[in-house]
């Protein structure tokens, strides 16, 4: 036997050996949750504490401790001086200091208690107005009492989310939050932006900070089970690619020709890992230049402190057009990950997320129709039974209200945005900057992979 | 007789004579100041190739060379670099700056709501100066005015919302406005909750003095930078499901509890080194807690820690900067966030950039620590040993 | 007597709401009600939010494959390591640049300090210039500085600066050879133990004698010739066993020799020069609180003015200067968490790479902050000791 594949062997029957074994675990490992379940046990016999903490909390929250404290104090000294503590107070007992000084005091402690009340109410007021509330489990409810939906996107990625010269947020993962803001309102521009990085995106969604998060996201298992998170579509089929400066490194045309580069990465994200990967496979060494934000990746490619920028594909070529000179810089053909980027919502709310989904489905499936912003009112009086069905103008229709919008939701939706494929060559095609070929993006009638589920 | 009277009195003094030519004038000065002795002599000439070395390049590079108008990056790059200065230039690249100066301010907030910003920033310097005048009146009425009014109307106008004054999202606030906003309202909170902690810490009841220890020791104990990022990334997870927090007021939390467990410590002192005579006669004289400590001791120890409180006051405000980390522009973020615009991007946009704000900040820093130099004067009562 | 009296009555309270001792009591009673119900409902909602998001809490994921690789690392690590070590390798990283920052800061302040009281006018505005400047601006602007403005503008590796030794300077770092130990080579490591062991004993002997018999002892020489000469003599003898690898041109980038990475370099340098600004301030003060009496008393002894210097000013400067020293060096500590902006991989960065690809933020933030804790406690630990074997024994 071959030393290579005892070893293997061996190492085979150690960890079939731990499986059998009760699995180990770390102390802190067993006592958090035994923590938990003591205190979730408490619970029952508390719950008059709850009840209080539930009162007083749920409409103040952290400041309310703040509130308390500066409350009691305020108490306090108010109480002091109304009891007319001896030698002090506005009974005037305190006759050597003669009368100038009693109506100092007096005034002193009016001033105090005056400047308490305002800081309290300042507090007050701060919390109120900057704390905003968004919904538990009716995302649609609260979205619809708002009166907007509020939009997780990118820092700023051209053609997917990035704000123009005025402000306003444009690309594909913008638009398809109007979509759904024009499916839900009838008005696509009901939507409010809140930029986010790769390190906060799910706690945003997670805590309700943003309804959709339209970010360039990938789909993965760990994404989908672990963290609680619902993929409603992929509105982009990238993958990780690479660019260099065809200028500084002539010669260098293929991905494996890279061992031994500084390669520039955005941390915690998919990208980091796969690159691993990658150049593990390969047998090639890199030296990773790891940044938290894209725009420090950029500025550091940009200055030639790494050889490499590596990311999806479609970023690189956004990238690019941000660069000093855009000419010199070159994307490599190989494809190295599938990045399958859509729009993410919270688990346990379907409703929402049938919203989100449908959207996404309604808008491939115009573009299969033919139904365009341009000839949408047109294509209403269409006598395609299936045109007439999607448009919401079949009698008797339920298709919209049994989602939770309105029946005319695709009419709203394309008149907001456009079908996908207009959105598509709007934002990343040929009508920008960034003239991305549709490739596997294409409807699954021209060889792509986007297909929409029969909207009936 | 008179005129052999030999007692002498000196009617008028002696005109003082000139010192001897040797200390006097600028070469006894040079003599005095400079080459008193040989290893003296050697610490000069190393001063003065120090100061041949770097001053020279400082100034041709932020004046004689600078590029102090232009509308994208030729006017800053060398030919080779696709401009239009000669090769092998370097000069501060203020126009940069210029082209920017909007954004450094305000960051993105809207360009035809920055009246409000601005007409803040006047009131507030309007309050601001009669009250760090001493000779200026009613002190009361402006302080009143400065933390009680000026906060109210600036949290109206700055975010908007009501009176028809359209809303403006936080993510929009950037540049000196954050880095300003954070650190009053980050001052204002943490010089009251940090006495509190103070007096807490000294307190005789058990359970409030270990919750101030706890408090103040771990918070003193771990970078800001973790505070921020439990503020961005565990908040969320500790409150009820669906209540947020802005972030901006999430930093702002972030900011003033950090430097509240400081500004404790330095109050601490104080305390301490009021004698325990003035104590006991606040006592003997009847005085309730909170009238023995705001009467007696807090305006005594504060006034002895009045260097401390403003060296934590600065120190907040350079901290303000490390909201970049989490992702909000205060004046560094918005320096930073313009280097990677292509339409600027030369090698001498950073550093311009950096020493703008290095200057800006070191404006407010340095005026910050002169001014508690000049009250510590003003204020000093000669009881100090 | 009328007056005794009264005074024996009972004192007249206004009501038993005033008893200080009942409103302690209440006051802390309420207290514990606010902690208990605030930590009750902060737990109750994390608990609702982690089952209702399906995350796992506890330590398990720590033992998961990272998947990441880090840039710079001082034990052997790769994408094949778990979690909990590439946390480690950042521990290490922070340790580094704190422990290589607090060296230098401490020269450098130690130097400024000096030259802020020195009778040379030239050298007192340097270095009063120096700290002014430094105070006053945030070290996270500094880092940038060197990183953004000093260090990305340096050539590409191809037209690196050449320095002496076979060193090389660009915008990826600065590289010099790196010493490859040959066989034999453990004996250069024993000679120098033995020489720092034989010093140390060298100098106690000497102190011993010196206190005995008045007699000094050339200590600082000895020293330096059992230190330096053993190692040489054991390198000589096991037959020149040291070699260099020498950096070299590549495609990308140099290879071979020691790379010191520019973030690393940015963080170090901006990291010293702050602080040195600070511990300027604080030497200063310390030298200027040992009262001038203290030194005409020396000088009246005979002392010479560099014996005044060393045996009577400093160890009582030093008194005033440790306690805010520490506090310095723990400020250097937890400002290296800075390193995240610009890329190092310290603590800070790892743990916020772990805690955005699994998701983990409470154990990760806990990690965090449990270890700046410990760090920072046992720094100040210490400097406590320190800082007791220096105080001033009272009689």
Same mark, same amino acid.
């Given at each position: 036997m071959p030393i290579h594949s005892m070893r293997k062997s061996v190492t085979l029957r150690k960890s079939e050996g731990r499986i059998l074994q009760a699995r180990p675990r770390s102390a802190l490992d067993r006592t958090l949750p035994a923590l938990f379940a003591l205190l979730t046990n408490f619970q029952a016999r508390l719950s008059a504490i709850q009840a209080f903490a539930a009162i007083g909390f749920q409409t103040l929250s952290v400041s309310v401790i703040f509130l308390d404290l500066t409350g009691i104090i305020a108490f306090d000294a108010v109480r002091e001086w109304e009891a007319g503590v001896p030698g002090m107070g506005?009974? *005037? /007992?305190?006759?050597?200091? *003669?009368k100038k000084s009693q109506v100092r005091l007096k005034k002193t402690e009016k001033g105090l208690w005056v400047m308490k009340h305002i800081a309290i109410g300042i507090l007050g007021a701060a919390a109120f107005g900057l704390m905003a509330s968004a919904a538990s489990a009716a995302t649609l409810d609260d979205v619809k009492a708002k009166g907007f939906i509020q939009c997780g996107v990118s820092t700023g990625l051209a053609g997917f989310s990035a704000p123009d010269d005025k402000g306003d947020w444009q690309g594909i993962d913008a638009d398809f939050c109007r979509a759904v803001a024009a499916a839900v309102?009838?008005?696509?521009?009901?939507v409010k932006f809140t930029p986010l990085s790769a390190k906060e995106r799910f706690t945003a969604l997670q805590s309700g900070?943003?309804?959709?998060?339209?970010?360039?996201t990938t789909w993965t298992i760990n994404r989908d089970t672990a963290l609680g998170l619902n993929f409603a579509g992929v509105t982009y089929y990238d993958g990780q690619g690479f660019m260099i400066n065809a200028k500084k490194?002539?010669?260098?045309?293929?991905?494996?020709?890279? #061992?031994?580069a500084a390669v520039c990465v955005q941390s915690g994200t998919t990208t980091e890992l796969n690159l691993a990967d990658y150049f593990k496979s390969n047998k090639m060494e890199y030296n990773p230049v790891v940044f938290e934000k894209l725009d420090e990746v950029n500025a550091a490619y940009d200055a030639g402190r790494c050889d490499v920028y590596t990311t999806d594909q479609s970023g690189l070529y956004g990238i690019r057009l941000t660069?000093? #000179?855009?000419?010199d810089h070159v994307v490599l053909p190989e494809i190295i990950s599938k990045e399958p980027l859509g729009p993410v919502v919270r688990q346990g709310d379907d409703q929402w997320f049938h919203i989100v989904r449908w959207t996404y489905y309604a808008l491939l499936q115009t573009e299969e129709l033919g139904i365009t912003k341009a000839n949408v009112d047109e294509m209403?009086?269409?006598?395609n039974p299936e045109i007439k069905r999607v448009l919401g103008e079949?009698?008797?229709?339920k298709i919209g209200t049994d989602l939770g919008?309105?029946?005319?939701w695709v009419v709203n939706i394309v008149k907001a945005v456009g079908n996908y494929g207009e959105m598509f060559e709007r934002n990343v095609?040929?009508? #920008?900057?960034? /003239?991305?070929?549709? *490739?596997?993006?294409?409807q699954w009638t021209k060889g792509g992979l986007q297909y929409a589920m029969p909207i009936r | 007789m008179q005129e052999h009277d030999l007692s002498f009195v000196r009617v008028e003094m002696a005109a003082a004579q000139p010192a001897p030519p040797s200390e006097r004038g600028l070469g006894a000065w040079i003599r005095r100041n400079?080459?008193?002795?040989i290893g003296d002599t050697i610490l000069t000439i190393i001063g003065i190739v120090l100061v041949a070395m770097i001053l020279p390049q400082v100034i041709n590079w932020a004046f004689?060379?600078?590029?102090?108008?232009?509308?994208?990056r030729t006017f800053c790059a060398t030919v080779a670099q696709g401009?239009?200065? &000669?090769?092998g230039w370097t000069g501060a690249c203020w126009a940069f700056v210029n082209a920017k100066f909007g954004q450094f301010m305000f960051?993105?907030? &809207?360009l035809d709501e920055r009246w409000r910003p601005i007409l803040i920033a006047v009131l507030f310097a309007a309050l601001l100066v009669p009250l760090l005048i &001493?000779?200026?009146?009613r002190k009361g009425l402006n302080a009143m005015l400065f933390f009680g009014a000026l906060p109210i109307l600036a949290f109206i106008l700055l975010v908007?919302?009501?009176?028809g004054l359209p809303h403006v999202e936080t993510s929009l606030w950037g540049g000196l406005l954050v880095t300003l906003s954070l650190s009053f309202v980050g001052i204002a909170v943490s010089l009251p909750l940090g006495i509190v902690l103070a007096l807490g810490r000294r307190s005789k009841m058990p359970i409030v003095k270990m919750l101030c220890v706890v408090f103040i020791e771990t918070v003193r104990g771990i970078p800001l930078i973790t505070v921020l990022f439990m503020a961005s990334v565990m908040l969320p997870l500790f409150l009820p499901a669906g209540v947020t927090f802005d972030k901006f007021l999430r930093a702002l939390i972030g900011v003033s509890l950090f430097a509240a467990a400081y500004m404790a410590e330095v109050v601490r002192g104080g305390l301490q080194a009021i004698p325990r005579g003035q104590y006991e006669g606040a006592d003997s004289l009847g005085l309730g807690y909170w009238q023995k400590m705001g009467l007696i001791v807090l305006p005594q120890a504060l006034k002895l820690v009045i260097p401390g409180i403003v060296n934590t006051f600065i120190g907040m405000f350079k901290d303000t900067s490390l909201v970049y980390i989490i992702g909000m522009f205060d004046l560094l973020g918005v320096v930073k966030l313009n280097f990677s615009d292509a339409n600027w991007a030369t090698p001498q946009t950073a550093r311009s950039g950096l020493v703008f704000a290095a200057f800006i900040f070191w404006l407010f820093c340095f005026g910050m620590s002169r001014y508690s130099m000049f009250t510590e004067r003003r204020l000093d009562t000669g009881h100090k040993r | 007597m009328a007056s005794q009296e009264i005074l024996r009555e009972?004192?007249?309270?206004?009501?038993?709401?005033?008893?200080p001792k009942v409103r302690g009591i209440f006051f802390q009673a309420v207290v514990v009600i606010v902690l208990v119900a605030s930590v009750w409902w902060i737990v109750q909602n994390t608990i609702d939010n982690l089952t209702r998001l399906n995350i796992a809490s506890g330590f398990?994921?720590?033992?998961?494959?990272?998947g990441f690789d880090i840039s710079?690392?001082?034990?052997a690590y790769s994408s094949d390591s778990t979690y909990s070590r590439a946390i480690l390798v950042g521990f290490i990283n922070t340790l580094i640049v704190a422990g290589a920052g607090i060296v230098t800061a401490t020269l450098i302040g130690f130097i400024l300090g000096i030259g802020r009281l020195s009778r040379n006018w030239l050298i007192r505005k340097i270095c009063m210039v120096y700290v002014e400047v430094f105070r006053n601006i945030p070290p996270l602007l500094v880092i940038f500085f060197w990183y953004s403005?000093?260090?990305?503008?340096?050539?590409a590796p191809r037209d690196s600066y050449n320095l002496p030794f076979g060193s090389f300077l660009n915008q990826r770092g600065f590289y010099f050879p790196r010493a490859v130990w040959g066989d034999g080579s453990w004996l250069i490591f024993v000679a120098l133990l033995l020489g720092i062991a034989m010093a140390w004993f060298v100098a106690r002997k000497a102190r011993q004698r010196q206190m005995a018999t008045g007699q000094q002892f050339p200590v600082f020489w000895t020293s330096a010739a059992l230190i330096v000469g053993l190692p040489l003599l054991a390198y000589a003898l096991s037959g020149f066993p040291l070699s260099f690898d020498f950096p070299q041109q590549s495609t990308f980038n140099l290879v071979g020799g020691f790379q010191v990475k520019p973030e690393f370099l940015s963080l170090y340098l901006a990291l010293s020069f702050y602080t040195a600004a600070f511990i300027a301030e604080i030497v200063r003060a310390g030298i200027m609180g040992v009262s001038k009496g203290q030194t005409e008393a020396a000088g009246a002894l005979g002392l010479r003015p560099g014996s005044i210097l060393r045996l009577v000013v400093v160890p009582q400067a030093m008194r005033i200067v440790i306690p805010p020293l520490t506090s310095q060096y723990l400020n250097l500590t937890k400002n290296s968490s800075l390193a995240i902006a610009i890329g190092y991989p310290d603590l800070t960065a790892t743990t916020g790479t772990v805690l955005n690809q699994t998701g983990q933020a409470i154990e990760c933030v806990l990690i965090m902050m449990v270890v700046y804790l410990v760090l920072s406690l046992l720094t100040s630990a210490v400097m406590n000791v320190v800082n007791a074997r220096m105080a001033l024994v009272e009689r």
């Open positions: 506005r009974n *005037g /007992k305190l006759r050597s200091h *003669g309102f009838g008005d696509g521009t009901k900070e943003v309804d959709i998060l339209s970010r360039n490194l002539p010669g260098v045309n293929s991905a494996l020709q890279l #061992s031994g660069l000093g #000179s855009p000419a209403k009086a269409s006598d079949e009698a008797d229709t919008v309105s029946n005319d095609g040929s009508g #920008s900057p960034l /003239k991305i070929a549709r *490739g596997i993006n294409a | 400079l080459i008193a002795s004689i060379n600078a590029q102090w108008t232009g509308t994208d401009g239009i200065q &000669p090769d960051g993105r907030y &809207p &001493p000779k200026v009146r908007g919302g009501v009176f | 009972e004192p007249s309270r206004g009501s038993f709401i005033n008893d398990g994921f720590l033992r998961g494959r990272a710079d690392s001082a034990i403005g000093v260090l990305a503008v340096l050539p």
